[in-house]
């Protein structure tokens, strides 16, 4: 009897939903019309995830029922790698029209000892076989030397990677990543591994990850944001959704007031249209100013929306690709990052919310 073959990687890979639907391996539509830009790939080992943090659907110690079992609130198919890349290499009259609006592959590596070399290999094969652009999701606690581990990825074929700090202080990474839920990541190993990605990548080629809404204040949050600003990373927003199962399922999210200061905040800073010491802060720690009105700040950027869609990685024209469809909420029509540009209605609606909680 031949042994049966493990669903692992390198050869096998979780994909979001939305990316196995753009692939046409999953039935479905996109509300609004939502097609995703990033094929976004997972990977996986049957043995999991080696962290616990406690808001992550992939937590070693998640108590979730069998139809709980999600990432990001869904289903992560796993497919092959040689299937996947099968499809993308079709010739175009074959390919269906969302495949063709796929701007870009993003790997996200789970905390697991295979992850470095497999990830390696993964983006070896894709750069090889595709056009499109590779970033890489890293998990800087398994990478014995970033610096080299960073270079083998550009080497291979990556051009952007992305580190998710998610916790905006030192504290609180401890306390929902570290030591205080038995997890292995430390604060200081997330920030060495962002400069080292600078070094090789360049600025503005690296970013960093944050959740909204794990128990920050705003002032907090801004200066996290500024922090990566100042390193040269851009800033890619997450407003916290609880995760059924996980110890934070009954964790609250973010109003949507204090969501989209922080967004404003993202989208400055990722532009270079402000410093920290521009800010206002009341005793709470919450924005109360920006240093000047938001319409002169922001002008037309505002006025379309702009601050408020899904901030990510780009496709070869510059132009936001991964746009991650839904990955904040259920779709509808009060949504936190939007994944197109917003219309006249939605502008209006969250321009009233900026200020109110």
Not at 332 to 342: H, I, M, Q, T
Request: overall charge neutral.
């Amino acid at each position: 009897m031949e042994p049966i073959e493990k669903q692992e990687c390198p050869d096998f890979l979780q994909t979001s939903l939305a990316g196995a639907m753009a692939l046409g391996l999953e039935p479905g539509s996109f509300y609004r019309n939502a097609y995703p830009g990033s094929l976004n790939l997972l990977m996986t080992y049957q043995d999991g995830c080696r962290a616990n943090c406690s808001y992550c659907g992939l937590a070693r110690e998640r108590k979730a029922e069998p139809d709980e079992n999600t990432f990001i609130r869904v289903k992560w198919p796993v497919y092959k790698l040689s299937d996947i890349i099968d499809i993308l290499v079709k010739p175009q009259q074959e390919i269906a029209a969302k495949v063709q609006r796929l701007g870009r592959i993003c790997i996200s590596m789970i905390t697991h000892p295979q992850a470095p070399s497999d990830c390696v290999s993964i983006v070896r094969r894709l750069s090889s076989a595709t056009n499109l652009p590779i970033s890489v999701l890293v998990s800087p606690t398994v990478v014995p030397d970033a610096g080299m581990f960073f270079q083998e990825l550009k080497t291979a074929g990556a051009d952007c990677v992305g580190v998710a700090i998610d916790a905006a202080t030192p504290a609180l990474f401890a306390a929902v990543r570290g030591p205080a839920v038995g997890g292995p990541h430390r604060w200081e190993t997330y920030w060495a591994a962002v400069k080292q990605a600078v070094r090789v990548f360049g600025r503005d080629h690296v970013s960093v990850h944050l959740i909204v809404g794990l128990g920050e204040t705003e002032q907090a949050m801004v200066e996290t944001i500024s922090q990566a600003s100042v390193e040269g990373a851009q800033v890619h927003l997450f407003s916290f959704c609880p995760e059924p199962g996980s110890s934070l399922s009954n964790h609250k999210p973010p109003s949507y007031g204090q969501y989209r200061r922080i967004q404003l905040a993202a989208y400055l800073f990722n532009n270079k249209q402000i410093t920290l010491g521009e800010f206002k802060f009341d005793s709470k720690g919450k924005i109360v100013d920006f240093g000047q009105p938001l319409e002169e700040l922001l002008g037309d950027d505002l006025a379309q929306g702009k601050p408020f869609m899904t901030s990510g990685c780009p496709n070869r024209e510059g132009c936001v690709a991964c746009n991650r469809p839904y990955g904040n909420e259920r779709p509808g029509p009060n949504l936190r990052n939007y994944p197109f540009l917003p219309e006249r209605q939605d502008v209006n609606m969250v321009k009233g919310q900026i200020w109110h909680d």
